[in-house]
């Protein structure tokens, strides 16, 4: 009687181990697939915000190069306007923008000061 009882207890032991041991590999699959889905997520996210940045930086040129051009038409930049265009100068920047709108920015502050409208 003792030999069944141990040849069932292997039994059990040897079946719980491989249950147990196939539960772990499944559970570490799950894991890399989570694992896999957050990585392909940043990635997305990071193409996403590199994007958002270029249009952002693009949009802050485009609006200094007008500001520009306006102002210089129209001899003078008043205050308000200048710390607008100070702003999107800084943030420009912040973006990772280059020296070349600079030298532009440079322009608007040396045009005179004006009387707000």
Same mark, same amino acid.
């Given at each position: 009687?003792?030999?069944?009882?141990? $040849?069932?207890?292997?039994?059990?032991?040897?079946?719980?181990?491989?249950?147990?041991? #196939? +539960?772990? =590999?499944? +559970?570490?699959?799950?894991?890399?697939?989570?694992e896999?889905?957050?990585?392909? %997520?940043?990635?997305?996210?990071?193409?996403?915000?590199?994007?958002?940045?270029?249009?952002?930086?693009?949009?802050?040129?485009?609006?200094?190069?007008?500001?520009?051009? #306006?102002?210089?038409?129209?001899?003078g930049?008043?205050?308000?306007? +200048?710390?607008?265009?100070?702003?999107?100068?800084?943030? =420009?920047?912040?973006?990772?923008?280059?020296?070349?709108?600079?030298? $532009?920015y440079?322009?608007?502050?040396? %045009?005179?000061?004006?009387?707000?409208?």
């Amino acid at each position: 009687m003792e030999d069944v009882i141990q $040849v069932i207890f292997a039994a059990f032991t040897t079946i719980m181990t491989s249950l147990v041991s #196939y +539960l772990f =590999y499944k +559970l570490k699959k799950r894991e890399d697939k989570q694992e896999e889905l957050v990585k392909k %997520l940043e990635e997305e996210r990071k193409i996403h915000d590199d994007g958002v940045d270029e249009a952002l930086r693009a949009l802050c040129r485009d609006r200094i190069l007008q500001g520009w051009r #306006y102002f210089h038409k129209h001899e003078g930049i008043t205050t308000r306007d +200048l710390e607008t265009m100070t702003k999107l100068n800084n943030a =420009y920047h912040k973006l990772g923008g280059n020296g070349t709108t600079s030298a $532009v920015y440079d322009k608007i502050l040396e %045009l005179p000061l004006k009387e707000s409208d």
